[in-house]
């Protein structure tokens, strides 16, 4: 059969044609290093609190001209995106410093909203549709922030959780603390990313000998949860820092457009 020769609409473009940006979310136990490990970043903005999410720490890589935007409130986060939207090309990596701290946040300003509309609702306790508003709130900026032509770390705390498989059974997989019945909203911003990376302590060795490296997973062992859409990165990265991570994703795009072209 012949090709057609219609005519394309414009909404119709080539994949060569988006912006390659990279999408990371990194996970792990508190104190273990991944807002250090986020501060490695080239030219980044952190979208975090100040102190409870541990941003001083980032000064150990980031350096004391690390910038910071200050999100206390979900209308704070509302206002950097907006600004990030029209200023894509300022900042290099925006760091989502935590996920975990924004679903708190977002809860926080909802029950407010909740209570100033019905001063007899309880200020402390969310009713369904507050569940429900605040994932939402979630999946909406996590997919927008994706588009933007920059790239995005996000990191987030780590649970552990029972999960129903496709043949109806039951797996325990420790996966980034985004809390909702049966981590279904954990596992959906997971289906947002292109690499979801469990990162880690481990020490050998034992008195002058004892060593302490952190360890970066990007494919699935044993209960942790972790995927690398570029199939570049291996299973373990030790002492990793964002920009090497980064050079081996950007080679590896570049390879498969060239295979493509």
Known sequence: MAASRATLP?????????????SILAYAD???????????????????????????????????????????????????????????????????????????????????????????????????PDYLKV??????????????SFHKLYTAGTMREDVPTVDGGIETLVLPMIESREAKLSMRICGQMMVVAHYTVKETGEGEKRQENRWLLTRKSGSFFAKDRYDCLGQWTKDPTVPEIEQKIVKKIAEMREEAA
């Open 135 to 148: 994932q939402r709130q979630l999946i909406k900026m996590t997919v927008a922030l994706n588009e933007l």
């Open 10 to 22: 414009p909404e119709i473009i080539n994949l060569a044609d988006f912006p390659t940006t990279i």
């Open 30 to 128: 508190s104190g273990t290093g991944k807002t250090r490990f986020a501060g490695t970043a080239e030219n980044a903005l952190f979208l975090a609190p100040v102190k409870e999410g541990g941003v001083e720490a980032a000064l150990a890589t980031a350096g004391p001209k690390g910038k910071v935007w200050p999100i206390w409130h979900w209308s704070d986060l509302r206002k950097a995106y907006m600004w990030l939207k029209s200023n894509p090309e300022v900042f290099r990596w925006v760091i989502i410093d935590s996920l975990t701290h924004l679903q708190d946040v977002a809860m926080a300003d909802v029950l407010a909203a909740a209570h100033k509309a019905n001063p007899k609702r309880d200020p402390d306790i969310p009713a369904q």
